[in-house]
């Protein structure tokens, strides 16, 4: 079964509004999670590493204050996406690494956002 | 800097051909983890195989296999008789040691004709 679960599996929301996707690690405690983003047709580009109680770490590129990340625990992080727009619409996922020795590493199902 | 090519786009079988996926890497560490993930139109990522860079026996896992080539920093996907089943766009990943950054390859949509 999964051991990383991320809801929701898709969201449709309004242009300006706030979206939050959760990443739940089920069998073991996340040291860090990393958040990926996956335009159509594309590869999974990363957006921000998240530690346990720390600020999380953004890629180049990626605005901070538009996507908000909270690692409050060690068996979930959120993303938010603040006040959305239709750019935004896209395949979010996330991964989770822990373990005795950080040996483990998995993926979220993904969330599809769509902004209208 | 980590880089994954996957230098094939799109493939097209006939259902019951083999078929092999490449993957070629770069990286400057020397401990490192390679993957393979599966993601089918349904979008979730199906995680397939995990090698790390000291081991280069080659695996098999049913109509599956792999092959870890450090010599040409390959790790290429077979898939024996494919099925329809197994149309989806295929990922190849590349991890440092510590898991610090997943790089992932471009991706190759494999698709099996019935």
């Known amino acids: 079964g999964a051991v990383v679960s991320q809801h929701p599996s898709w969201v449709i929301c309004k242009s300006g509004t706030s979206v939050k996707i959760e990443c739940r690690s089920l069998?073991?405690?996340?040291?860090?999670m990393f958040w990926y983003r996956q335009f159509p047709k594309q590869s999974l580009m990363l957006m921000a590493t998240?530690?346990?109680?720390?600020?999380?770490?953004?890629e180049q590129g990626v605005e901070k204050d538009k996507f908000l990340i909270n690692h409050a625990s060690l068996t979930l992080s959120t993303l938010t996406v603040t006040s959305a727009h239709p750019e935004d619409s896209s395949f979010y996922i996330c991964s989770a690494r822990g373990g005795a020795t950080n040996e483990k590493l998995f993926f979220g199902s993904g969330t599809q956002l769509s902004v209208l | 800097a980590q880089k994954v090519t996957q230098a094939q786009t799109e493939i097209s079988v006939v259902e019951k051909e083999d078929v092999t996926l490449d993957c070629v890497y770069e990286t400057r560490d020397t401990t490192y983890y390679l993957f393979w993930y599966k993601q089918p139109p349904s979008g979730e990522l199906v995680f397939l195989i995990r090698?790390?860079?000291?081991?280069?026996q080659n695996e098999i896992s049913g109509r599956y296999s792999w092959n870890f080539q450090k010599s040409t920093s390959s790790f290429n996907f077979t898939i024996t008789a494919s099925q329809v089943v197994d149309s989806a766009v295929y990922f190849c990943a590349l991890s440092d040691g510590g898991y610090q950054k997943v790089t992932f390859g471009t991706g190759t949509k494999l698709q099996v004709i019935p």
């Open positions: 069998d073991f405690q996340a040291t860090t």
């Open positions: 998240s530690n346990e109680g720390s600020k999380a770490t953004y």
């Open positions: 090698r790390n860079s000291f081991d280069e």
